[in-house]
T-cell receptor, first 116, second 116 residues
Framework: KAGVTQTPRYLIKTRGQQVTLSCSPI?????VSWYQQTPGQGLQFLFE???????NKGNFPGRFSGRQFSNSRSEMNVSTLELGDSALYLC???????????????FGPGTRLTVL | AQSVAQPEDQVNVAEGNPLTVKCTYS??????LFWYVQYPNRGLQFLLK??????LVKGSYGFEAEFNKSQTSFHLKKPSALVSDSALYFC??????????????FGQGTTLQVKP
């Protein structure tokens, strides 16, 4: 079974631009969660999608948004990029059967975003 | 509010010696506890989880963790460390409830350095 894939793996943007990151979950998984990892703040939860619906959201500004498609693939978008948005963005998928936390979350390799 | 503390930024141990990586948590209700490992430029790999049942949980690569409800701790242990265990380890918690769906709260991480 193929793992969680994230594209692109690396991105360089400038302040004020916007960016879209993509995550393809493991086949059959319906839940996708997104996390931001920075040296200062560690790993922080962004949001979780299940069957195209956002079920949970972390404490991030509205510049951070996401969506999920019918095939469970998910995208996250960051608008008006700031220097502080430079981070490793990780997505994780799980089966979503019942509470997905009860199922193992499988993480992708991440997208490293650098904002100049 | 849920939180996780990993009091040690780094743990150093000699190969062949036992290792412990500490984790304490705070959550309302019953906790779901997890350990993940991250190698450089990689995503997170699941090691083990505690949902309910036996307080001693066995996981991948010979790791185990002990859930202690009275001390709100979930320390990661291994009887004999390997150089290849050197990595960044994260403890995470989630709680029941729709507001926590798909959401893991992570500790700041502990770098494990195993010296030959």
């Amino acid at each position: 079974k193929a793992g969680v894939t994230q594209t692109p793996r690396y991105l360089i943007k400038t302040r004020g631009q916007q960016v879209t990151l993509s995550c393809s979950p493991i086949s059959g998984h319906r839940s996708v969660s997104w996390y931001q990892q920075t040296p200062g703040q560690g790993l922080q939860f962004l949001f979780e999608y299940f069957s195209e619906t956002q079920r949970n959201k972390g404490n991030f500004p509205g510049r951070f948004s996401g969506r999920q498609f019918s095939n469970s693939r998910s995208e996250m978008n960051v608008s008006t990029l700031e220097l502080g948005d430079s981070a490793l963005y990780l997505c994780a998928s799980s089966s979503g059967t019942g509470d997905p936390i009860l199922n193992e979350q499988f993480f992708g390799p991440g997208t490293r975003l650098t904002v100049l | 509010a849920q939180s996780v503390a990993q009091p040690e930024d780094q743990v150093n141990v000699a190969e062949g010696n036992p290792l412990t990586v500490k984790c304490t948590y705070s959550v309302s209700g019953n906790p779901y506890l997890f350990w993940y490992v991250q190698y450089p430029n990689r995503g997170l790999q699941f090691l083990l989880k505690y949902i309910t049942g036996d307080n001693l949980v066995k996981g991948s690569y010979g790791f185990e963790a002990e859930f202690n409800k009275s001390q709100t701790s979930f320390h990661l242990k291994k009887p004999s460390a390997l150089v290849s265990d050197s990595a960044l380890y994260f403890c995470a918690v989630s709680a029941q409830g729709s507001g926590n769906t798909g959401k893991l709260i992570f500790g700041q991480g502990t770098t494990l350095q195993v010296k030959p």
